[in-house]
């Protein structure tokens, strides 16, 4: 069975449907706070299943749209026994002119992997339930994992932000799989 039909069996929203390239609809807190907690929960859900089919040594995200919900949340398991991070109407409001390109996977085309180029470290504004307002900053994976679900909230893929020229490699071509992303050199 093919990556992609696999994270489809689980629920995952594929590449091609319109929610994916839609931006999502942030939600109005603490007003909507019942509907935030439970787009999280129906996240941690998808988290849970699909987690139990694929290891992620890099750790791993996920976007409502890609569970077909078109609000503006996304989870955040990073690699190890961290906590995982929830986002409620991210925003990226600042990021270093330092970047690297990574490889990167996707749960809406888990077929291939695509070298993608972020800042190292970026700046989040993000929402609590309570209607506060939080900034944090990430860097590097973490970085890299939170930029990857924001741009899904944006109507973004990867793909979009690969360099001209640069096309996505099948999985059976990708050598990192199980393995942390390199960070000795930057």
């Known amino acids: ?36 907690e439970r787009t999280v929960a129906e996240l941690f859900a998808a988290m849970e299943r699909i987690g139990q089919v694929h290891p992620f040594a890099k750790g791993m995200g996920i976007a409502a749209p890609q569970i077909g919900i078109s609000r503006a949340a996304a989870v955040v398991q990073p690699p190890g026994d961290a906590p995982a991070i929830i986002l409620l109407n991210p925003r990226i409001t600042a990021s270093s002119d330092e970047a690297d390109e990574q490889y990167e996977g996707c749960l809406s085309f888990f077929d291939v992997r695509g070298l993608v180029p972020r800042p190292l470290r970026i700046t989040v504004e993000t929402t609590a339930p309570s209607g506060e307002i939080v900034a944090t900053q990430y860097e590097r994976g973490l970085a890299r994992l939170i930029h990857h679900e924001i741009d899904h909230l944006d109507g973004l893929l990867y793909t979009a932000r690969m360099r001209p020229g640069v096309e996505p490699i099948p999985v059976e071509q990708y050598r990192q799989t199980g393995r942390a992303w390199d960070y000795d050199n930057a």
């Open 1 to 36: 069975m093919r990556p992609s039909q696999r994270m489809r069996d689980l629920g995952v929203v594929q590449d091609g449907a319109g929610i994916l390239a839609e931006p999502a609809r942030v939600f109005d807190l603490p007003a909507e706070r019942d509907e935030a």
